[in-house]
């Protein structure tokens, strides 16, 4: 039952030791991304085995087996995978696509692997600090630069002490109930929990604490901004899209097979940090004239609408927190693919003016960068407009009003930015090309990435399909919870 793992963790092992005598980084990419889709193989094998034969969800109350870390490890998987593809040629122009950065990102994987599949909190500890040392390090591997080193050690120190926190709530915990596991665990809590309510709400609380550091949620969000501009590309990307993904399964866990029963305790404190991350990071992105610090407060913003789906904790709302966490995914994979494929070796994009007149060079590029910004603001008919139009419905359903108004006005609020960047690549001027200055635009640049192209082309044409056609993904995203 562990063979999803085991192939990441053997593909991983095997990376590392081919990548110290051979230097090819297309190869090793390729052996990385085949062991994810051998992964993908072995995930679905094994889910269809379990179902028809009746098997246990809970394995010696230590693993899940259940819709939920299925879909939460697919869907771990194929970003991954996707990731990984998207950033073949940017890894090669900046030399950071040796064995060591493949082998990471799939400890990387493995990590959130495990967390997805966690039963018992010592298991989504360990699963948690695999993924997060291994991200640690990638941020680090533009050693040469000095903000990617800064960046990796801002990193490094708030994610410890988000750990620390998560720990010190799982030890309080622990000291009121005496257990570990998840299932036992739920069904104490509503009985030990009149006992202990201080001991317990103080574990809860800081549990909260550490799994917001980990969502780059306000009022613990100040090492995102740094971390996207810092980071190299391509490992930003894993930042806003599979770390996110592994700390909604970690939210999963904990307040819906954990503490479920004391929603009274965390549900104000989520609608907090909720509200307070869309209007932090709808008002700060304005100001960014980075695209890398603009999609990091853009991040903040879309985990706060994340987060109010979440403080309903009903079955319907977990899943259209997971539906609106794929419409993210998506949106950003789809961004930030345009702009990896337009980093070549002698001219990047970093600031937002730099994709002046897009549209006169690669339209097609300019027209799936249009679909991610306007699909990020939740213009319709496109994926971000459906997420964004559910959890307001629902909002509105569980008589939350003010939550519904506050919602769709701060999303007024943000579109700006996202329009801006419209307007740069649509209405501005491209810049005349100085002899003297390579050109940011080669026109043969995408011929050299045909793999990468078809990806971007993918996720962007997801974005307006499952848009017009949402049904059958929020289905999907019901049947999970």
Not at 253 to 269: C, E, H, T
Not at 310 to 329: G, I, R
Not at 380 to 398: D, N, R, T
């Amino acid at each position: 039952m562990w063979i999803p793992e085991g192939i990441v963790l053997l593909a991983a092992i095997i990376i590392l030791l081919t990548g110290l005598r051979l230097k090819n980084a297309k190869l090793l990419a390729g052996l990385a991304r085949f062991s994810l889709l051998l992964t993908m193989l072995a995930t679905i094998l094994i889910k269809t085995y379990s179902w028809k034969h009746h098997l246990d969800t809970l394995i010696s109350e230590l693993w899940f087996m259940d819709h939920i870390a299925f879909v939460m490890k697919l869907t771990i998987e194929i970003t991954a995978w996707f990731v990984l593809g998207l950033g073949v040629h940017y890894t090669q122009h900046e030399d950071i696509g040796s064995g060591e950065y493949y082998a990471l990102t799939l400890f990387a994987v493995l990590g959130m692997l495990i967390v997805a599949s966690a039963a018992h909190f010592m298991v989504l500890f360990v699963g948690l600090e695999l993924f997060s040392l291994a991200i640690y390090a990638l941020v680090a591997s533009q050693c040469h630069i000095s903000i990617g080193i800064e960046a990796a050690i801002k990193y490094f120190v708030t994610g410890a002490l988000a750990s620390g926190l998560l720990l010190y709530g799982i030890s309080l915990i622990y000291g009121a109930t005496g257990q570990l596991a998840f299932v036992p665990l739920m069904q104490d809590l509503g009985v030990i929990a009149n006992g202990h309510s201080l001991l317990i709400s103080f574990g809860v609380i800081c549990i909260l604490v550490g799994v917001a550091f980990k969502l780059g949620v306000a009022p613990f969000h100040m090492w995102v901004p740094d971390i996207y501009e810092g980071a190299p590309l391509s490992v930003m990307l894993w930042i806003a899209t599979t770390a996110k993904i592994a700390a909604f399964a970690i939210l999963v866990r904990l307040l819906w097979n954990v503490l479920a029963p004391l929603g009274s305790i965390w549900q104000p404190l989520v609608q907090f940090l909720a509200l307070l991350s869309i209007l932090v990071g709808n008002t700060a992105a304005i100001a960014q004239s980075n695209f890398q610090r603009m999609l990091a407060y853009s991040s903040i913003a879309h985990m706060g609408y994340l987060l109010l789906a979440v403080q309903l904790n009903t079955e319907s709302a977990w899943s259209v927190a997971l539906f609106y966490m794929l419409s993210y995914v998506i949106g950003t994979l789809t961004a930030v693919a345009v702009i990896l494929l337009l980093q070549h070796k002698h001219a990047h994009i970093k600031q937002i003016n730099d994709l002046c007149g897009l549209h006169q060079r690669h339209p097609w590029l300019a027209f799936i960068l249009l679909l991610a910004m306007f699909s990020l603001a939740g213009v319709p008919p496109l994926l971000g407009f459906m997420a964004k139009w559910q959890i307001v419905q629902m909002l509105i359903e569980q008589q939350q009003i003010g939550y519904a108004i506050t919602a769709m006005l701060l999303t007024i609020v943000g579109a700006y930015y996202y329009l801006r960047i419209i307007k740069v690549i649509y209405f501005d001027d491209l810049q005349p090309l100085d002899p003297a200055k390579p050109n940011i635009y080669p026109p043969a640049l995408l011929a050299v990435q045909p793999t990468a192209s078809i990806m971007a082309a993918l996720c962007g044409g997801s974005l307006l399909f499952l848009g017009i056609f949402p049904a059958q993904l929020l289905q999907f995203c019901l049947q999970v919870f």
